[in-house]
């Protein structure tokens, strides 16, 4: 973009400013100055602005006249399940950030168990795999021991022995000019075997390039041998599906395969839904944000499963979109991506139906209000998921909390345990009405 326009730009310059009269000369270098500072200081922005609007203008997108409902609720937040990793480890393993995924016809936690320290970290690969219940409200590590695997890769493997390292080596020229991977998940594939699925960026576009899904890179288990080390550190490692051929393979039809990067990016060009002006300082028409949640490790999108009208339930990326003021709280938008990349991005427009339903900024002080009693300094609500249901033949929105105990301070509090029966409270988005409800059995909360 900078080398498109600046060239033409500088050479025009060139020629009015050492070249013709001298008042014109001096005219054209006045005029210079506040042109180059103004793009120095907001020419990223205003970059941005084109490729968030472009990437709005050519996403497909469908508009729901009836919100989805959601099965398969994961009890347990995100971060509780990477501290639980964290205390079933042993003195030389390190847990990685947990996935929610679909393995077979359940849907569970999965994370790779990686070397903690410096010297094995670079000389060997990931040889334990973790997969434990995503829909029970107790995970148990104990009896749903680790797999025993062969990845030569990993994700925070030093050199060759990184996943995106060995994934870039193996893009070829004109994928390494336009590719980038993302994200790592630990999942079975069509034959039962684990296998490793690096989750790729494309960006597409010259003058405003744009990130969408890019396909997988999917790494199978192998024995490691000299000569296959020396392939890996020189011509890379896996097998490319683009994103054209995702449904050739069931197992990652459905899947949580895509790039939470692309996903946010995706949700952010959703604030010119009210046109090319809508975003503007000092105008900011139907504009809207992802609500930042301080108090929560995980921010969004949460991976949910949701049954929409006309195509196979599965795995979507939520966000509950809420008005650009943060003292407004109200859910304006929600936007359900298909989590494997594949079909458009489906979303339910509450503000422009006239529903007033207040957003995930503010369930966690409805939480707090309910249990006063409590010490909030060393407890929270964290990972406010949508639960949608249809009760009495209408749907219902609500917000699934669960209460945390913080482990250690300091790093974002990212350590936190939720008990082996966690609280759990539903809060009905429209009615403000917060019931607590019994995470050992799911079957009774529509009653």
Known sequence: FLVILGIPFTWFLWVRIFRGAVRRRILWAAISVPIIWAAAIWGDNVHEYGAVYWLYVNVAKIELTELPTTDHERIQPLNAIYSLAHEAMGENDKPQTPDFVRIGEAYRWSLGIEPGYYVPRFLSGVRQVISVSGTAPAPDFARERPVDVNFPT?????????????????????????????????????????????????????????PEFGGVQVIRQANETVLGDLRMLILGIGEWIPPDKIAEHPYLAGQNILSYQVSRYVADSFRFKGGFFGPLPLWHQADIRIPHLEEDANPQPFTVYFDIPGRAGGLYHYFGLEPLDEDKQGLSMSLFIPADGSGPVYYYDHSGRGEVLFGVSAASPKVREARKNYDWSANRPVEHRPVIKRIDGEIHFFWLTTVVTLKTQGEGDKHFIAGAIPELALIDASHNVLMWVDSSHPETWIA
């Open 154 to 210: 990993g994700e925070n493997l030093l050199f060759g022995r990184n996943s995106f390292t060995a994934t870039i080596r193996g893009f070829g020229v004109w994928r390494y000019l336009n590719y980038e991977p993302a994200d790592v998940v630990y999942v079975t594939n069509d034959a039962g075997e684990w296998v490793q699925v690096i989750s790729l960026i494309r960006w597409r576009g010259i003058l405003f390039p744009r």
